[in-house]
């Protein structure tokens, strides 16, 4: 018993072990103190979230499958365009009453039933987190191999089954390993981590742009290609493509209200994240289309991915300039990947670790917080060799669009729950109390209605799924699962509210308005006496000095 009481986290004596189910200090609405976020913070997280990798490649598959150059930019502006409203309606009850993720999901879905929401989330972003490590340990074998060229030298001790050679291991396990302390701040302190890379990041995207231009000499026959499409083949090309935008953001949508609980004010969580996701995204996708159309000239053959080019770079005895430059911009990825994969939650700070942190912590808050899921995570993210997802690059793109449907599916309750069932009407402390007449508690802790709902935004996708993984289905099937972000949340939003007007629920509102009718603030001021309080009483003390220095 000893040690099982060492292993749970901070809380206030004589808290009960339903209570301890519920609720630890990360899971209880953000104290003031700790409203960090403000705007400029929100355009720093994405203009830090946007460099990455996938980004930079995301034209690559659009132009490869017929479009021209300007026709994949315009499906990125547009499918990030669409997905930034989706991600401010998920985000607003964060921003409001300074919730995460799993404790929004409780409203909806039921105390209880929303641990599968939240173990949907945190596995995925323990696979993200791997994939963006992965990927990562490739910046860093790169920048290794500017400073060190020898290390192309090292003999490969590891047999063919493992997926990967020793050097390429040494890299990853080092990538892994720096990425390790970024996961020990708490998440009102890591604004500043996204506000460094939102200035050495874009720096070193136009020196790699500059550079190729001048090294090829102009931009590059892929600017001067047409696209192979047309027709109705175009029109569903470019919805296929957007869509690809979509679905590569279902996981930072879904967790939107993590970052937005943090924010300092509600409109912080708004217009800077309603206009700086399409134009960062943009902005990097066309920075990669120029690199690679220019690398054509170079090298004979558009190189898509930045890795390769920068490691192509290094071939043939460069010179001391092109080492540090390769040396500078592969340093960028990799300050890139980091936030992306601390944050797990499509890049790792935003998408992977704190995200996979809020969701453990939901699920076992009496052992687990934000810090120890964030390790968890990066432990199961080695552990599941993501270099070997990533060899089998055409089965884990059909694994992740098939997960964006259970997401989509699930933000699709959860917004309907917030704007047209309970209109804004919270009840705080409903969230962390088992009374059967709270609000949120339903039927047994679980709300059928959001599961009925959920399940069916999933099953209009199932065939069309079995068509993309080979097998032979219906045009019209087809067409529905290559708008599944849609057809999901649509269908579980018509679906909840067909339900809710059936069988309305404890706390339907007739009109909107963003209120907490349990008044939580004034009990938490009467609970300070408690353990976690008083922890959290210093914090807020020592911030409120370093704040008056």
Same mark, same amino acid.
């Given at each position: 018993?000893?040690?099982?009481?060492?292993?749970?986290?901070?809380?206030?004596?004589?808290?009960?072990?339903?209570?301890?189910?519920?609720?630890?200090?990360?899971?209880?609405?953000?104290?003031?103190?700790?409203?960090?976020?403000?705007?400029?913070?929100?355009?720093?997280?994405?203009?830090?979230?946007?460099?990455?990798?996938?980004?930079?490649?995301?034209?690559?598959?659009?132009?490869?499958?017929?479009?021209?150059?300007?026709?994949?930019?315009?499906?990125?502006?547009?499918?990030?365009?669409?997905?930034?409203?989706?991600?401010?309606?998920?985000?607003?009850?964060?921003?409001?009453?300074?919730?995460?993720?799993?404790?929004?999901?409780?409203?909806?879905?039921?105390?209880?039933?929303?641990?599968?929401?939240?173990?949907?989330?945190?596995?995925?972003?323990?696979?993200?987190?791997?994939?963006?490590?992965?990927?990562?340990?490739?910046?860093?074998?790169?920048?290794?191999?500017?400073?060190?060229?020898?290390?192309?030298?090292?003999?490969?001790?590891?047999?063919?089954?493992?997926?990967?050679?020793?050097?390429?291991?040494?890299?990853?396990?080092?990538?892994?390993?720096?990425?390790?302390?970024?996961?020990?701040?708490?998440?009102?302190?890591?604004?500043?981590?996204?506000?460094?890379?939102?200035?050495?990041?874009?720096?070193?995207?136009?020196?790699? &742009?500059?550079?190729?231009?001048?090294?090829?000499?102009?931009?590059?026959?892929?600017?001067?290609?047409?696209?192979?499409?047309?027709?109705?083949?175009?029109?569903?090309?470019?919805?296929?493509?957007?869509?690809?935008?979509?679905?590569?953001?279902?996981?930072?949508?879904?967790?939107?209200?993590?970052?937005?609980?943090?924010?300092?004010?509600?409109?912080?969580?708004?217009?800077?994240?309603?206009?700086?996701?399409?134009?960062?995204?943009?902005?990097?996708?066309?920075? +990669?289309?120029?690199?690679?159309?220019?690398?054509?000239?170079?090298?004979?053959?558009?190189?898509?991915?930045?890795?390769?080019?920068?490691?192509?770079?290094?071939?043939?005895?460069?010179?001391?300039?092109?080492?540090?430059?390769?040396?500078?911009?592969?340093?960028?990825?990799?300050?890139?990947?980091?936030?992306?994969?601390?944050?797990?939650?499509?890049?790792?700070?935003?998408?992977?670790?704190?995200?996979?942190?809020?969701?453990?912590?939901?699920?076992?808050?009496?052992?687990?917080?934000?810090?120890?899921?964030?390790?968890?995570?990066?432990?199961?993210?080695?552990?599941?060799?993501?270099?070997?997802?990533?060899?089998?690059?055409?089965?884990?793109?059909?694994?992740?669009?098939?997960?964006?449907?259970?997401?989509?599916?699930?933000?699709?309750?959860?917004?309907?729950?917030?704007?047209?069932?309970?209109?804004?009407?919270?009840?705080?402390?409903?969230?962390?109390?088992?009374?059967?007449?709270?609000?949120?508690?339903?039927?047994?802790?679980?709300?059928?209605?959001?599961?009925?709902?959920?399940?069916?935004?999933?099953?209009?996708?199932?065939?069309?799924?079995?068509?993309?993984?080979?097998?032979?289905?219906?045009?019209?099937?087809?067409?529905?699962?290559?708008?599944?972000?849609?057809? +999901? &949340?649509?269908?579980?939003?018509?679906?909840?509210?067909?339900?809710?007007?059936?069988?309305?629920?404890?706390?339907?509102?007739?009109?909107?308005?963003?209120?907490?009718?349990?008044?939580?603030?004034?009990?938490?001021?009467?609970?300070?006496?408690?353990?976690?309080?008083?922890?959290?009483?210093?914090?807020?003390?020592?911030?409120?000095?370093?704040?008056?220095?």
């Amino acid at each position: 018993m000893n040690i099982i009481r060492k292993l749970e986290v901070e809380h206030s004596d004589g808290t009960s072990y339903s209570q301890m189910f519920l609720t630890n200090e990360d899971l209880l609405p953000v104290p003031r103190a700790k409203q960090t976020w403000k705007h400029r913070n929100f355009i720093a997280f994405w203009i830090a979230d946007s460099f990455n990798v996938n980004t930079w490649m995301i034209a690559s598959s659009m132009i490869q499958a017929g479009l021209s150059w300007w026709q994949a930019w315009i499906c990125v502006w547009i499918g990030y365009g669409i997905v930034a409203p989706f991600i401010v309606l998920n985000a607003r009850p964060g921003a409001i009453f300074h919730i995460t993720f799993p404790v929004v999901a409780r409203t909806s879905f039921g105390l209880y039933g929303s641990l599968w929401c939240t173990f949907n989330r945190g596995a995925m972003a323990c696979v993200w987190y791997g994939v963006q490590a992965s990927i990562g340990g490739s910046c860093m074998f790169v920048m290794l191999r500017a400073m060190w060229p020898g290390i192309d030298n090292i003999p490969n001790g590891l047999p063919d089954s493992a997926g990967i050679t020793t050097k390429e291991m040494l890299a990853f396990f080092l990538f892994w390993l720096i990425s390790l302390p970024a996961i020990w701040f708490p998440l009102h302190q890591i604004r500043h981590l996204f506000t460094v890379k939102a200035i050495i990041t874009p720096i070193a995207g136009l020196v790699f &742009f500059v550079w190729c231009i001048v090294k090829a000499k102009g931009v590059g026959p892929i600017i001067r290609q047409p696209g192979t499409m047309h027709g109705s083949d175009l029109g569903w090309g470019m919805v296929t493509n957007l869509m690809s935008c979509i679905s590569n953001m279902a996981t930072l949508l879904t967790n939107a209200p993590d970052f937005a609980s943090r924010s300092h004010s509600p409109s912080a969580a708004l217009w800077p994240q309603l206009l700086s996701v399409p134009f960062t995204f943009a902005i990097v996708s066309f920075i +990669g289309i120029i690199v690679s159309s220019s690398s054509q000239t170079i090298y004979g053959e558009a190189i898509w991915s930045p890795i390769d080019l920068l490691n192509m770079f290094l071939d043939n005895s460069p010179s001391h300039a092109t080492r540090f430059g390769v040396w500078f911009i592969a340093f960028a990825f990799i300050i890139a990947q980091v936030r992306v994969y601390y944050l797990s939650f499509e890049t790792n700070i935003s998408a992977n670790s704190v995200s996979a942190g809020c969701d453990l912590t939901s699920l076992f808050p009496r052992f687990i917080n934000i810090r120890r899921g964030g390790y968890i995570a990066a432990i199961v993210g080695y552990c599941i060799l993501p270099w070997k997802l990533l060899a089998s690059s055409n089965g884990f793109t059909s694994y992740l669009s098939a997960y964006s449907v259970f997401l989509s599916s699930i933000a699709g309750v959860m917004v309907t729950e917030y704007y047209f069932i309970r209109k804004g009407h919270y009840r705080i402390t409903d969230l962390y109390d088992t009374r059967r007449n709270g609000w949120y508690w339903y039927t047994y802790g679980f709300n059928y209605r959001a599961y009925v709902a959920y399940i069916a935004g999933i099953l209009i996708n199932v065939v069309g799924f079995a068509g993309a993984t080979g097998r032979t289905v219906p045009i019209a099937a087809t067409r529905i699962y290559e708008m599944s972000f849609f057809t +999901g &949340f649509g269908i579980s939003m018509i679906v909840y509210l067909l339900l809710n007007w059936a069988f309305p629920v404890l706390g339907a509102s007739q009109t909107f308005e963003e209120v907490d009718v349990s008044g939580w603030d004034s009990q938490v001021a009467d609970d300070l006496n408690s353990a976690d309080s008083r922890s959290m009483k210093e914090e807020i003390g020592t911030e409120d000095e370093q704040n008056t220095q």
